[in-house]
């Protein structure tokens, strides 16, 4: 038997950046045809256990999803259907025989553009927007602000969140905000902020996928991720009967091509350009490493 | 057709609502230059025949038909006001039909401009100043109309159908809430706009002012024609007789024997309220064996002095009080339980729950009490009980305790509440307008229990916009104007006037009339 | 001090409190009209989905910006003529319509949007509409900046304003709107159709509403997302109590609303969080209850909404 | 012939069961169409949304488990709505019910089941009541109208969840993410059948509808409810205590919507979340218009909803179909609902065939 059957149960609609990003790996691996692949979109964690057990019930062989809001629910659908993979965005540890987990670790990348950004500011100072303070969100603030602090020490911050995933306008006025109070770079988490960036005329740093084509000139760099190391590894894992209970989440790591860096270089210059390459070569190696931080971010005093 | 002085003709016209026919098969004639009287009893579909003409209602069968300008007579599309309108027909209805948050004048203008124009006040205002002048029917235009009394209201009203220049102008009770001086106007006014050939249709039920205004008379009764009388030949009595369909016997009251005072206001100040007029130094008394008169226009306060006595109210300043405690706060249930039984002025809205079955209806006021209630739970079965006999001894006609009291003709409701409050054996009571809208068999049969209830002991204090049922009732007569009332003595030192004067306002008539 | 001199001194705070407002002026004049005619609109926040949706995707289809405008209002006219239907040809409550059509437009919106665009990954965009300079207007002092920022959406909302108010208070027509939601016999008496009024208020007020929603796809931003009204619908039906009803008050309590949030935006920017975000999120809406506690009393409700009017029955 | 229309006296029971049947049947059909625009075969779709809802124990567990909450905010509108108390605020209250019982449930009480599952019942019952004795008060003391109110106090209380959630109230084992501590293992409800998410509120639920029914016909409470809904002014007049009957009514109908949100936090959830809700309180309206305001009906409507949500939503599923239809369902459902309800007030007679009586 070729082909696996797959699920997905995404709590968001599939064109949000991070749901976006596995949905489109699925979808690849659906065109190579080594996948079946099947989704449900918008589900609210309220229905999110039906959801899965009514995928259990159609007899998929791997099923992809958001454990965030519904860690026991999921863990408990995952014991009472051994025979299937579950590899579920999650913030706690995997769970044998079958949930294994994984999450959106680009804090890597985000580390290297926080060194562009840091470099290119000449107001230092940088507005980032967010949706909520969670800890995905955190995480990748935070290696920013120190990317960005390792080059630029005088750089300043200041930090919002909209209170909401889906509200383009909102953000987009958030982010104006800060560039009337001085920013030149932005930091942009969500859909709304390189709008603003392109209005004024300044720079915005991406997040999660690539933006680059829809504001020429606008975007400095992005921190990608990339869902195909861990979507096909699972998927090839299921096929080998070799998947288990494990942490996927190192797939997001620049190590394994999860994560990674593009930049402007037009934008950026050669310094910059070279100031980010040359700690991304030590990240790579091994030699450094980012932290991590899941704290709620806040802007600098 | 040749022409002829007909202005208008009603031919065939049945109007049904449920299983009621409001209108029966009624024909009417209006010629030029004539006052046609409508008179019939409350619901006899006086009302019911001019919307049909205006278009508001949709006869069941019949047709309307108007003359045109060529002074041909053509027939009106059923429903449609707008087409009565440009017939030159205007309406003066019997409850208001104003917007309260526009002004006098765009409430006259209302309708007559094209929609999508600029409009044209400046013109408006001229030719209505021009009408004001003609007829005296003086009111300011630029004011709110909820800023306005009732009187310049209903002027408001009039003004309407006059500034559309109507042929046939049709006035349902227009007098209602004028002061007899202030009718007097408007007839001086009619009576000159008929000259110039208006026709005209008044409806009231005051026979004083068909006889001095009309040229004609027109009787229904139950829906259907009784008569026409030219009113030359006809005369008060005949014209009762017609509308009620069977001699009208007087009601014989022997005078009361006042005993000792049960309830009384001193000093009452009372605040408006909504449309509430206000009272001013208000002093009553009402004693246990006598029936009292509140006489007094609409909306001069009688509503403040019933909203005291319903418990709905307490006075703002001096005191009232009853069996000699001070009432100190506003509370229906605690007057009831001291054994005032109240009647409210306007059955359907305060009176009854419609939704509800007569059974429910008549123990509303005392559920919490031991007869209907148990630990917070209904006791049915005693409910139900009590409405049997209600209905029966008070002859309400229904189809049993179980139906829905909106379903109960005006005068039946009447019954029930009659039912409600008096089989508690009272020992005050407020009949407010207790025979509205009654046929005359219901009146006299609320009449006898209101004095058999005299009789036994109780006071009573009865307001009513009908002299003639004051007259019959009252032991002494009350008259309230512009929120004050005075003491206008026993009903035998009185005559209709006088009575008609102090209403107007004329407080010191009594004091002309001592000297 | 010296931050909010800052902020209320700069002309880009103005320009984002007009931009903020817009959406709501077009809504809250929406509410206003159907409210002024006695009809109650819950269906306001479907609406608005509705109108962001249809505009938004018409112009994606190649209808262009104004072909888009036209198509939100149609929407919105469409949703609008059936409340209509519901509560003044049936007579039906208007709260459970005005809910009803909200749930109805909004899941028709979503539906329609993923059914037309089954694989976008990511929401595809349109040229939305850019500011315009109006020629005198523009070069005032301090004023003009702000306005220079505002695109013709903006424009057209303010413009709105004045049109309606102009109708209501200066023509036989808002004559006739006025008095069917306070009494609708004084509007029947003098030969108006009462249904015929409340139904264009109803479907025009509709329309606005729905160029709210439009005004966000179409101008604030250039794509459709799930989720993105994100209750300004809601917010309009509190202010139009606010407004007591009229059109310049109507224009001003969305400025505030506007202005605040701009200002909340901003100062969380500049001084960062001193209090949980949320409280500055909570006050407009406790600010609305207030305001709504405040003028209660006072307010000039039309007397009329809510209810029902059937041809040829007493009331 | 012409047609036209006449108040009905009294609807029967009959008349109201066919009336609701037909409606939802009239839904059933205009669902074809997005069916067919998103080139489905609609009875495929029918069958497959009959077998999502009922189709299995474990269908007919999640579409019990998806009623309950809705069966207490139909309760809570059907009481307020009888009242003509326009309770817009269901789901606000609902949050206050939860965040009441997860504040008792999660460690400030130590007590055995038998009294924890008591003591955050009544915790939610009065929060969810207080937020909407508030509304109700600013009514009676200052005119404001409680539609908008209650509407805009849903955002506040979600605005005041997530700041707590984020705050005070944050699990330090969470992971970072804005949720509440877990209610304590006494505090939670039981499953009602092992391994399906069926719980005790259902039994909740049901018990809290017999309750009101019995309030409704029995009480003297139920009478003056009744008399104020229907005719204030009348009911004044009879010397009924309006406000304090208004009041009542808050208590309860805000009371009954924390019970929801009670039974899905410590039935479902077990810790406080802002996503608790996916609009239970505003559904709740729908339910208990669709239940003509009678209290057993809104058990009926909310399984209705509940199934059609559910099963529409499993048929998006088997079907391709995008899952936005559920939604759409349940819109056209309330809707073809309420045009339904018209047939219940009016009768449509012809003018000609009027028999004389
Ligand atoms: N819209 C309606 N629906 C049901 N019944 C109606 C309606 N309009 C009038 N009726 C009934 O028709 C009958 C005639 O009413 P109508 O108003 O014509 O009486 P009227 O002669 O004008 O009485 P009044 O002197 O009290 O004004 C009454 O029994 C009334 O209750
Ligand atoms: N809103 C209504 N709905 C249904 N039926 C009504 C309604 N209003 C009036 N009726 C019916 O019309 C009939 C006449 O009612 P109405 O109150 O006008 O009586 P009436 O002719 O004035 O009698 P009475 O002399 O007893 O006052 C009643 O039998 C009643 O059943
Ligand atoms: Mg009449
Ligand atoms: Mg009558």
């Given at each position: 038997q070729d082909v696996t059957r797959v699920a997905a149960v995404?709590?968001?609609?599939?064109?949000?950046?991070?749901?976006?990003?596995?949905?489109?790996?699925?979808?690849?691996?659906?065109?190579?045809?080594?996948?079946?692949y099947v989704y449900s979109e918008n589900i609210t964690n309220t229905d999110y256990e039906r959801v899965m057990r009514e995928y259990a019930e159609q007899g998929v062989q791997l099923m992809v999803g958001e454990a965030f809001g519904v860690e026991q629910p999921a863990r408990a659908v995952a014991a009472d259907y051994p025979e299937i993979s579950f590899l579920m965005g999650s913030s706690l540890p995997p769970v044998e025989p079958n949930f294994a987990t994984f999450d959106n670790f680009i804090h890597e990348p985000s580390y290297l553009t926080g060194i562009i950004a840091g470099l290119k500011t000449e107001t230092d100072k940088i507005g980032m927007v967010g949706g909520y303070a969670i800890p995905e969100v955190n995480r990748l603030m935070h290696a920013f602000m120190a990317g960005a602090l390792s080059v630029n020490p005088d750089a300043t911050f200041s930090v919002s969140f909209i209170n909401s995933w889906y509200d383009p306008p909102k953000a987009k006025e958030t982010a104006f905000a800060m560039v009337d109070a001085g920013a030149d770079i932005l930091y942009a988490e969500r859909f709304g902020v390189s709008d603003a960036a392109k209005e004024r005329g300044i720079l915005a740093i991406g997040n999660v996928i690539d933006t680059s084509t829809d504001y020429p000139g606008t975007i400095l760099a992005s921190a990608l991720w990339h869902g195909e190391p861990m979507i096909d590894k699972a998927i090839a894992d299921v096929k080998a009967g070799s998947f288990t209970a494990s942490d996927y989440g190192i797939y997001a790591f620049m190590e394994y091509g999860g994560g990674s860096l593009v930049v402007d270089e037009s934008l950026a210059g050669p310094e910059a350009v070279a100031a980010a390459r040359a700690v991304e070569a030590t990240i790579l190696d091994g030699s450094f490493v980012v932290e991590i931080d899941d704290t709620e971010p806040t802007s600098s005093q | 057709m040749s022409p002829s002085k007909t202005l208008l003709s009603l031919e065939n016209i049945t109007k049904r609502f449920g299983a009621l026919a409001a209108n029966d098969d009624i024909s009417l004639r209006l010629d030029e230059g004539e006052v046609l009287a409508l008179l019939g009893e409350n619901g006899a579909g006086k009302t019911t025949l001019m919307n049909i003409l205006f278009g508001h209602y949709v006869q069941d069968a019949g047709s309307v038909?108007?003359?045109?300008?060529?002074?041909?007579?053509?027939?009106?599309?059923?429903?449609?006001?707008?087409?009565?309108?440009?017939?030159?027909?205007?309406m003066v209805h019997q409850h208001f039909t104003l917007a309260e948050n526009l002004s006098g004048l765009d409430n006259i203008r209302l309708g007559t401009e094209k929609l999508l124009s600029f409009g044209q006040s400046g013109r408006a205002r001229e030719k209505i100043a021009q009408i004001i002048a003609e007829s005296g029917l003086d009111v300011d235009l630029e004011r709110r109309v909820d800023s306005l009394t009732v009187g310049e209201k209903q002027r408001v009203e009039i003004l309407k159908a006059l500034y559309r220049d109507a042929r046939v102008l049709i006035l349902d009770e227009p007098t209602a809430v004028l002061t007899p001086q202030e009718a007097e106007g408007l007839f001086t006014v009619l009576r000159r706009l008929a000259a110039?050939?208006?026709?005209?249709?008044?409806?009231?039920?005051?026979?004083?002012?068909?006889?001095?205004?009309?040229?004609?008379?027109?009787?229904?009764?139950?829906?259907?024609?009784?008569?026409?009388?030219?009113?030359?030949?006809?005369?008060?009595?005949?014209?009762?007789?017609?509308?009620?369909?069977?001699?009208?016997?007087?009601?014989?009251?022997?005078?009361?024997?006042?005993?000792?005072?049960?309830?009384?206001?001193?000093?009452?100040?009372?605040?408006?309220?909504?449309?509430?007029?206000?009272?001013?130094?208000?002093?009553?008394?009402?004693?246990?064996?006598?029936?009292?008169?509140?006489?007094?226009?609409?909306?001069?306060?009688?509503?403040?002095?019933?909203?005291?006595l319903s418990g709905l109210a307490i006075p703002d300043s001096g005191l009232f009080s009853l069996f000699g405690q001070p009432v100190l706060r506003a509370d229906p249930r605690d007057l009831v339980r001291a054994g005032l039984a109240r009647m409210p002025e306007d059955r359907q809205h305060d009176g009854v729950v419609g939704t509800m079955s007569v059974a429910d209806n008549i123990a509303i006021e005392d559920v919490r009490s031991p007869g209907f209630s148990r630990f917070g739970l209904l006791d049915r079965k005693a409910m139900q009980e009590r409405a049997v006999t209600a209905i029966e001894r008070y002859d309400v006609r229904c189809s049993g305790p179980d139906a829905e009291a909106r379903l109960l003709s005006g005068g039946n409701v009447q019954k029930l509440i009659l039912a409600r409050?008096?089989?508690?054996?009272?020992?005050?009571?407020?009949?407010?307008?207790?025979?509205?809208?009654?046929?005359?068999?219901?009146?006299?049969?609320?009449?006898?229990?209101?004095?058999?209830?005299?009789?036994?002991?109780?006071?009573?204090?009865?307001?009513?916009?009908?002299?003639?049922?004051?007259?019959?009732l009252a032991d002494r007569f009350l008259v309230i104007h512009a929120g004050q009332v005075v003491d206008a003595g026993p009903t035998e030192t009185l005559d209709r006037a006088t009575v008609g004067l102090l209403m107007a306002g004329h407080m010191n008539s009594i004091e002309s009339r001592a000297s | 001090m010296d931050v909010l001199l800052d902020i209320?001194?700069?002309?880009?705070?103005?320009?984002?409190?007009?931009?903020?407002?817009?959406?709501?002026?077009?809504?809250?004049?929406?509410?206003?009209?159907?409210?002024?005619?006695?009809?109650?609109?819950?269906?306001?926040?479907?609406?608005?989905?509705?109108?962001?949706?249809?505009?938004?995707?018409?112009?994606?289809?190649?209808?262009?910006?104004?072909?888009?405008?036209?198509?939100?209002?149609?929407?919105?006219?469409?949703?609008?003529?059936?409340?209509?239907?519901?509560?003044?040809?049936?007579?039906?409550?208007?709260?459970?319509?005005?809910?009803?059509?909200?749930?109805?437009?909004?899941?028709?919106?979503?539906?329609?949007?993923?059914?037309?665009?089954?694989?976008?990954?990511?929401?595809?965009?349109?040229?939305?509409?850019?500011?315009?300079?109006i020629p005198v207007l523009s070069d005032l002092p301090f004023l003009g900046p702000a306005l220079f920022q505002q695109t013709a959406l903006t424009w057209l909302a303010l413009f709105m304003v004045a049109l309606i108010a102009f109708v209501l208070y200066r023509t036989p027509l808002g004559l006739a709107i006025r008095a069917v939601g306070d009494n609708p016999a004084s509007v029947e008496a003098q030969g108006l159709s009462v249904r015929g009024l409340r139904i264009g208020a109803v479907v025009t007020g509709s329309a606005l509403m729905a160029l709210g929603g439009a005004f966000l796809t179409m101008s604030a931003f250039d794509a459709f997302f799930f989720?993105?009204?994100?209750?300004?619908?809601?917010?309009?039906?509190?202010?139009?109590?606010?407004?007591?009803?009229?059109?310049?008050?109507?224009?001003?309590?969305?400025?505030?609303?506007?202005?605040?949030?701009?200002?909340?935006?901003?100062?969380?920017?500049?001084?960062?969080?001193?209090?949980p975000g949320q409280i500055f999120l909570m006050l407009p809406y406790l600010l609305s209850i207030l305001a709504l506690v405040l003028v209660a009393r006072k307010a000039d409700y039309p007397r009329a909404l809510l209810q029902p009017w059937t041809k040829g029955q007493r009331h | 012939m012409t047609l036209r229309l006449e108040p009905r006296a009294n609807a029967s029971l009959g008349l109201r069961l066919s009336v609701s049947i037909a409606s939802g049947l009239a839904a059933l059909l205009i669902v074809a169409i997005p069916v067919l625009a998103a080139a489905g075969n609609p009875f495929t779709a029918y069958i497959l949304m009959a077998q999502g809802a009922f189709g299995s124990m474990f269908a007919l567990s999640e579409t019990l488990n998806r009623a309950t909450p809705l069966i207490l905010t139909g309760l809570a509108a059907t009481i307020a709505f009888r009242a003509r108390l326009w309770n817009i605020g269901a789901e606000g209250q609902l949050y206050m019910g939860a965040l009441a019982a997860v504040l008792v449930g999660s460690g400030l009480l130590q007590l055995p089941p038998a009294l924890m599952v008591p003591a955050i019942m009544l915790a939610g019952f009065v929060a969810g009541g207080l937020m909407m004795i508030v509304?109700?008060?600013?009514?009676?003391?200052?005119?404001?109208?409680?539609?908008?109110?209650?509407?805009?106090?849903?955002?506040?209380?979600?605005?005041?969840?997530?700041?707590?959630?984020?705050?005070?109230?944050?699990?330090?084992?969470?992971?970072?993410?804005?949720?509440?501590?877990?209610?304590?293992a006494e505090a939670r409800f039981d499953k009602l059948i092992p391994r399906l998410r069926m719980h005790w509120g259902l039994v909740v639920g049901l018990v809290a509808a017999l309750v009101l029914w019995f309030m409704v016909r029995k009480s003297v409470l139920g009478f003056e409810i009744k008399a104020v809904g229907e005719n204030k002014a009348a009911a004044r007049f009879a010397g009924i205590p309006v406000d304090a009957t208004m009041l009542k009514v808050a208590l309860i109908s805000g009371g009954l919507a924390g019970l929801a949100g009670v039974s899905e936090v410590a039935g479902v959830k077990f810790y406080l979340s802002a996503d608790l809700s996916p609009g239970f309180g505003y559904s709740g309206i729908v339910v208990a218009m669709l239940a003509g305001l009678s209290p057993i009906g809104s058990v009926l409507a909310a399984v209705f909803i509940a199934a059609v949500f559910v099963g529409a939503d499993s048929m998006s599923r088997a079907t391709g179909i995008s899952s936005y239809i559920a939604d759409l369902v349940v819109a056209l459902s309330l809707l073809c609902i309420l045009v339904g309800s018209f047939f219940l007030r009016f009768r449509i007679a012809g003018i000609g065939r009027r028999v004389e009586v």
């Open positions: 995404w709590t968001v609609p599939v064109e949000q950046q991070w749901a976006s990003r596995l949905h489109n790996a699925l979808i690849a691996a659906e065109e190579r045809g080594e996948i079946d | 038909r108007v003359k045109d300008r060529e002074g041909n007579l053509v027939t009106l599309p059923p429903g449609s006001p707008g087409a009565a309108l440009a017939a030159g027909i205007g110039n050939g208006l026709g005209v249709i008044f409806i009231s039920h005051k026979l004083g002012e068909v006889l001095s205004i009309s040229n004609r008379i027109l009787v229904l009764r139950s829906g259907r024609k009784a008569g026409e009388l030219v009113t030359a030949d006809a005369d008060r009595r005949a014209i009762a007789d017609l509308m009620v369909g069977k001699a009208v016997t007087a009601i014989d009251r022997k005078p009361g024997v006042p005993g000792a005072p049960v309830l009384a206001l001193e000093g009452v100040n009372l605040g408006k309220s909504g449309a509430r007029q206000s009272l001013v130094d208000v002093s009553l008394t009402l004693r246990a064996g006598e029936i009292v008169a509140l006489a007094g226009v609409s909306g001069n306060g009688q509503s403040g002095i019933a909203a005291l409050v008096l089989e508690r054996t009272p020992k005050v009571i407020l009949a407010n307008q207790p025979t509205r809208g009654l046929d005359i068999g219901a009146q006299s049969e609320v009449h006898r229990r209101i004095l058999a209830a005299r009789d036994r002991g109780a006071a009573i204090l009865v307001i009513s916009e009908d002299l003639d049922e004051l007259f019959t | 209320f001194g700069s002309a880009n705070f103005w320009a984002a409190a007009i931009r903020i407002a817009t959406p709501l002026i077009f809504g809250v004049l929406g509410a206003l009209l159907c409210e002024r005619a006695g009809v109650l609109n819950l269906g306001i926040e479907g609406i608005f989905v509705a109108g962001a949706m249809a505009g938004w995707l018409a112009v994606y289809l190649g209808a262009g910006l104004w072909g888009g405008v036209l198509v939100a209002a149609l929407a919105g006219a469409t949703f609008g003529l059936l409340h209509a239907f519901l509560t003044i040809i049936l007579g039906l409550s208007q709260h459970v319509s005005g809910i009803g059509i909200t749930l109805l437009a909004t899941s028709i919106s979503y539906f329609t949007y993923r059914t037309s665009l089954p694989s976008v990954t990511s929401p595809p965009r349109i040229a939305p509409f850019q500011p315009i300079a989720g993105m009204i994100n209750g300004r619908g809601w917010i309009c039906i509190a202010l139009v109590v606010f407004a007591s009803w009229q059109p310049g008050k109507a224009l001003l309590g969305a400025l505030f609303f506007g202005a605040f949030d701009a200002f909340q935006i901003r100062l969380q920017a500049e001084i960062g969080q001193v209090v | 509304p109700t008060l600013l009514k009676q003391r200052f005119g404001a109208d409680e539609v908008v109110i209650t509407l805009l106090l849903n955002f506040v209380v979600i605005l005041l969840i997530q700041m707590l959630i984020e705050g005070p109230l944050k699990d330090p084992l969470a992971m970072g993410w804005p949720q509440s501590v877990p209610l304590l």
